[in-house]
């Protein structure tokens, strides 16, 4: 199985260092050219099927890099994490090394802890796992991206989960023998 993972073009909050989460935003012109540009370099590569967040920044993506050659699902296990009081506030009050601490798997000011996290990303690879799709594009947000790589990479969850950078319209590929879930 091949995996193609991509983070949605910049929208304005991410220009701004604003946090989004579960907002639904519309990238702006740069991410919608990151978008054009990563469709370009994908040209070539066939999908049997993309996932994609439900969120308009991610759907937006989806149907740029791959429009109607490719069949879309949205999965709602894709979604970016809940930033809960966090959403909409300026990034620098996101400390990175709490939310993505492992073992603490803190849920302060209602952030979704990233051991909830870590739960729907298995369930989502768990189901892909079971079925025929082999060369599946994987459309999600910043969070679902890191925890997506650190799984798929059969890294130790208990350490240190932040040193992974993710930028807008980020891709990474995976050739994957078997997904442990």
Not at 27 to 54: A, W
Not at 84 to 110: A, Q
């Amino acid at each position: 199985m091949k995996i193609t993972l991509v983070r949605h073009g910049e929208t304005e909050n991410n220009n701004k260092g604003i946090m989004q989460g579960l907002s639904n935003e519309l990238m702006n012109d740069r991410g919608r050219r990151q978008c054009k540009k990563l469709r370009s370099e994908l040209k070539d590569k066939h999908f049997d099927i993309c996932y994609m967040s439900p969120l308009v920044r991610a759907v937006e993506t989806a149907m740029i890099l791959v429009g109607d050659r490719t069949p879309i699902v949205k999965d709602r296990r894709l979604i970016e994490r809940d930033l809960g009081e966090l959403e909409g506030k300026d990034r620098s009050l996101y400390d990175i090394n709490k939310y993505w601490d492992y073992k603490l798997n803190s849920n302060d000011k209602g952030v979704e802890s990233i051991q909830s996290i870590e739960k729907r990303v298995r369930s989502f690879l768990e189901y892909i796992s079971k079925k025929k799709e082999k060369d599946i594009l994987i459309v999600t947000h910043s969070s679902i991206f890191r925890m997506l790589y650190h799984i798929l990479n059969n890294e130790d969850l208990s350490k240190s989960l932040e040193h992974i950078k993710v930028d807008n319209c980020d891709c990474k590929e995976f050739d994957i023998k078997k997904i442990k879930v």
